[in-house]
């Protein structure tokens, strides 16, 4: 049905690859759909460039526009991503930075070295994916979520410090860029005009 839909754009519409986004939910698949669009355009002669769509998975695609507007970013050249080892591993170094953190200790207590870290970058990934407010999480009446909204905030400025992006942290990134920025969301939706999302 992608496939389809994307041809129809194409050859009964006439819209430039790069207006057309379709986010799939793995890498694999964005991959198997880029082969198949473009055997059928080879099947019927037309010279279109896939590779001028956004395809991919949504946090590619986003990684993508960081790229596209990074100078509205928070990132500096050369920024690095971190994959699950290496966040992991960045964690761990600061460990005892985030047990300094008042209260921490309620969170923190007992767990050995490796599971304290596991802990804080689960919780950490949690919150960026749920978009959680920090501020407010830190008004919490919780002292184990105030605790939790703290040592975010300071993993976050830990990242900011150390010119790197974690995977969870992708699309906040991009959020933060489009929220902060009208000329790039306007930019944005004036060239992405068909959105297909295959999850």
């Known amino acids: ?21 379709v986010a799939t939910f793995t890498e694999k698949a964005a991959s198997e759909l880029i082969t198949r669009v473009t055997n059928r355009l080879l099947e019927l002669n037309l010279q279109v460039n896939v590779n001028d769509m ?45 047990e300094k953190i008042p209260d921490m200790d309620t969170l923190l207590e007992r767990k050995p070295v490796w599971k304290k870290t596991t802990f804080l970058v689960e919780s950490f990934n949690k919150l960026k994916e749920e978009m959680v407010d920090l501020i407010e999480l830190q008004k919490d009446p919780d002292i184990q979520l105030q605790a939790l909204a703290k040592a975010t905030i300071l993993y976050n400025k830990l990242l900011e410090q150390a010119n790197a992006l974690d995977f969870s942290g992708i699309q906040s990134e991009l959020l933060s860029i489009i929220e902060n920025h009208q000329n790039v969301l306007e930019s944005i939706q004036k060239k992405i005009l068909y959105l297909m999302v295959d999850e």
């Open 54 to 98: 956004y395809i991919g998975t949504l946090h590619s695609i986003f990684l993508r526009l960081i790229e596209d507007y990074h100078e509205y970013s928070r990132l500096n050249k050369n920024y690095r991503i971190l994959d699950d080892f290496e966040q992991n591993y960045f964690v761990y170094g600061y460990l005892r930075e985030f």
């Open 1 to 21: 049905t992608l496939i389809e839909r994307i041809l129809y754009l194409f050859v009964e519409k006439d819209i430039a690859p790069e207006n057309i986004l």
